[in-house]
T-cell receptor, first 116, second 114 residues
Framework: AQSVAQPEDQVNVAEGNPLTVKCTYSVSGNPYLFWYVQYPNRGLQFLLKYITGDNLVKGSYGFEAEFNKSQTSFHLKKPSALVSDSALYFCAVRDERDNYGQNFVFGPGTRLSVLP | DTGVSQNPRHKITKRGQNVTFRCDPISEHNRLYWYRQTLGQGPEFLTYFQNEAQLEKSRLLSDRFSAERPKGSFSTLEIQRTEQGDSAMYLC????????????FGNGTRLTVT
């Protein structure tokens, strides 16, 4: 079964500084990896995904993520944080062989606070 | 593409009452999912439809929960005899077929059981 860990409950960063939100995963086959962001009282919004190819994937709002197979990680990054990036971030994984719903597994979330 | 729509946004009910939520997915999406999210947690899978067929249901899902997608378009989630532990955000998502496409979420229905 798949699993996702987000080792930090909370990440604080100053506006303009680079940010990293960490994610590690466990999956039997090849992983498909996703990042989502959630603002208060809203649903999850898709940011980016890794399926295959380049280990560095770029997504919405200047975010990018680096897939590292040997470390089973998929950390989310942004070169310069904005106050408006403050939100809850979720990493998710599914097995490439999976075509069914319950195996799309989300991590517990990391709350990002960008301080002005 | 108008996104995934969920109604109502908020529902307050008394313990023991039945509630029903509606989800309208993105029109070309075959798959529809229901998740539950409690404060500070990630979404927890409840059930999944491909077109009108309910293909998976979480083992954690009580018999009080039932979902339908009668014509393969919108879906409803009903909770019978609500309990305080049912208080949560109920999220609907839809996607295209395959393991690669991302899920697209609605803004959820927040249920409060008093």
């Amino acid at each position: 079964a798949q699993s996702v860990a987000q080792p930090e409950d909370q990440v604080n960063v100053a506006e303009g500084n680079p940010l990293t939100v960490k994610c590690t995963y466990s999956v039997s086959g090849n992983p498909y990896l996703f990042w989502y962001v959630q603002y208060p009282n809203r649903g999850l919004q898709f940011l980016l995904k890794y399926i295959t190819g380049d280990n560095l994937v770029k997504g919405s709002y200047g975010f990018e993520a680096e897939f590292n197979k040997s470390q089973t990680s998929f950390h989310l990054k942004k070169p310069s944080a904005l106050v408006s990036d403050s939100a809850l971030y979720f990493c998710a994984v599914r097995d490439e062989r999976d075509n069914y719903g319950q195996n799309f597994v989300f991590g517990p979330g990391t709350r990002l606070s960008v301080l002005p | 593409d108008t996104g995934v729509s969920q109604n109502p946004r908020h529902k307050i009910t008394k313990r023991g009452q039945n509630v029903t939520f509606r989800c309208d997915p993105i029109s070309e999406h075959n798959r529809l999912y229901w998740y539950r999210q409690t404060l500070g947690q990630g979404p927890e899978f409840l059930t999944y439809f491909q077109n009108e067929a309910q293909l998976e249901k979480s083992r954690l899902l009580s018999d009080r929960f039932s979902a339908e997608r009668p014509k393969g378009s919108f879906s409803t989630l009903e909770i019978q005899r609500t309990e305080q532990g049912d208080s949560a955000m109920y999220l609907c998502a839809s996607s295209l077929l395959g393991a690669g496409p991302p899920l697209h979420f609605g803004n959820g229905t927040r249920l409060t059981v008093t």
